[in-house]
């Protein structure tokens, strides 16, 4: 009698260790990180650089409309003389003197009869003097007053920033700030540049204002004269 013996082949479980990745894959998989990581920081810089901008259009359009406001009321009021409240010394001296312009045009000082100047309030009427110019990228106003025939300086504000350049020219071109002269100022031209968007210098933008001295017009044509600007 034979016996057989049958011999089965061993099967061994499935592993349970998973298998890394290549040095191939692991490269690849690299590459796409970076390029992903590099897509997604150019995208955040982009949308930080058009938040900037937008906020810097904002600050601009809002600094454009103060100091088109305080300027055109100051300006306008230049020249006033209230008769009733200023002595004979400071009337003269207002008639013959109502604006000064220095520094090529690059600041400008009004003069009127006022309650007050940039940096003090009074309660009565007196000779005051505003005085506009650009300092360190800011719009500022110097005011002082006359008391006793001198002047009394009040300190300085600043009105605005981020303002690279202002030019003041006035109308008509080489006028005298002068109620006796043949040629008397009537008005005054404002250029402002201010820095552009982003805060490149190529980039400023340019704000041009006019302000006619109302009450010097009013009074040539009270005299016969012509108040055209």
Not at 9 to 36: D, K, Q, W, Y
Request: aromatic share 8%; glycine share 12%; net charge negative.
């Amino acid at each position: 009698m034979s016996i057989r013996v049958f011999v089965f082949p061993r099967v061994r479980p499935p592993s349970t260790v998973a298998l890394g990745f290549s040095l191939v894959e692991l490269m690849v998989a690299m590459v796409l990180g970076i390029f992903l990581i590099g897509a997604v920081i150019v995208t955040f810089i982009a949308g930080k650089a058009a938040s900037n901008d937008a906020e810097d259009l904002s600050r601009m359009q809002e600094n454009v409309r103060i100091v088109s406001e305080h300027l055109i009321r100051d300006l306008r009021a230049t020249g006033f003389a209230d008769e009733l409240s200023l002595t004979f010394g400071d009337l003269t001296f207002l008639n013959e003197e109502f604006g000064l312009l220095q520094d090529q045009g690059e600041r400008l000082s009004v003069r009127y009869s006022g309650r007050g100047h940039c940096g003090e309030r009074f309660d009565r009427f007196v000779v005051v003097e505003n005085e506009y110019s650009v300092e360190d990228g800011e719009l500022i106003c110097k005011g002082r007053h006359r008391a006793g025939g001198d002047w009394e300086e009040g300190g300085s504000v600043s009105i605005i920033s981020g303002v690279s350049a202002i030019l003041f020219e006035p109308i008509p071109k080489d006028c005298d700030f002068s109620r006796s002269s043949e040629n008397t100022c009537v008005g005054v031209s404002v250029k402002i540049d201010f820095d552009g968007v982003g805060g490149g210098s190529d980039e400023e933008r340019r704000l041009e204002l006019k302000a006619a001295f109302r009450n010097v017009i009013l009074e040539q044509i009270s005299s016969g004269g012509s108040g055209d600007s």
